[in-house]
């Protein structure tokens, strides 16, 4: 039987897939610090849902490996499905940008993604750390997609012209939903997007421009944003396997 390992912090998220374990007869370890104790290592099948900080460690100390994109996805990703220009470079290369630009790290949070001007990135962080930088553009919605074995499982609206959705209740339209299938069968169906077993896709609707790709997440970290938890778990016990 799984088991489902929480970080130390509690969050919504981890309460809601703490409660879907639960249903699913799964077994549930909560850290209580920021270090893999040895009951944590006695783990048989553990199922990782944690902060991408301290994922690579807890992942290593428990002898697993977790399913996340490449650093360069993004940018390789076919131009029709991204729908602006989208490079990796290191941020030393991202201080020198003469325009204002979109910079994010590629897979973790270690400073906030936004549009910066020049002269704006924060400077206490390596020159040679990577970044994706991008044109930036207007979304008039970003939905949050999960897939396991390459098909949709389960998704909902979580943002729309940058508000989060949540006092909305995530809800969307018939036609959003039309559009966002629709746009989804494109890239499943392209030979040249490559996706793991267990993957979280942000997809929305650039103004002036069509739908279009955020960016690809790894599941064992992902925010729900109202997806179902039951349907979620399952991704995420795909996005850990044994090393």
């Not at 897939?17 to 077994?27: S, T």
């Not at 044109?135 to 999960?146: G, L, Q, S």
Request: with cysteine; glycine share 6%; aromatic share 12%.
């Amino acid at each position: 039987m799984p088991t489902l390992i929480l970080s130390p912090r509690y969050t919504e998220d981890g309460q809601l897939l703490w409660k879907a374990a639960l249903d699913a007869g799964w077994h549930i370890h909560r850290l209580s610090s920021w270090q893999i104790g040895p009951e944590a290592r006695s783990i048989v099948d553990p199922v990782l849902y944690v902060e991408a900080m301290f994922a690579p460690t807890f992942a290593e100390e428990l002898g697993v490996v977790l399913s996340e994109p490449s650093l360069d996805w993004l940018p390789k990703l076919p131009f029709r499905f991204r729908l602006r220009d989208i490079q990796l470079m290191t941020l030393g290369e991202a201080h020198r940008l003469e325009k204002d630009a979109f910079v994010k790290p590629p897979n973790d949070k270690s400073f906030a993604a936004k549009v910066y001007s020049p002269g704006g990135l924060p400077e206490d962080f390596p020159e040679s750390m990577p970044v994706l930088v991008a044109e930036p553009v207007t979304w008039e919605n970003e939905f949050r997609c999960f897939f396991l074995d390459q098909k949709l499982v389960t998704y909902s609206v979580y943002a729309r012209w940058g508000e989060l959705q949540d006092q909305e209740g995530y809800q969307h339209s018939p036609e959003e939903e039309t559009e966002l299938h629709t746009f989804l069968a494109e890239i499943l169906s392209d030979s040249n997007v490559s996706f793991p077993n267990a993957a979280v896709l942000d997809v929305g609707k650039i103004q002036g421009k069509g739908w279009a790709v955020v960016e690809q997440n790894a599941a064992w970290g992902a925010g729900l944003y109202g997806a179902d938890p039951a349907l979620v778990l399952q991704v995420i016990r795909k996005a850990t396997q044994q090393g």
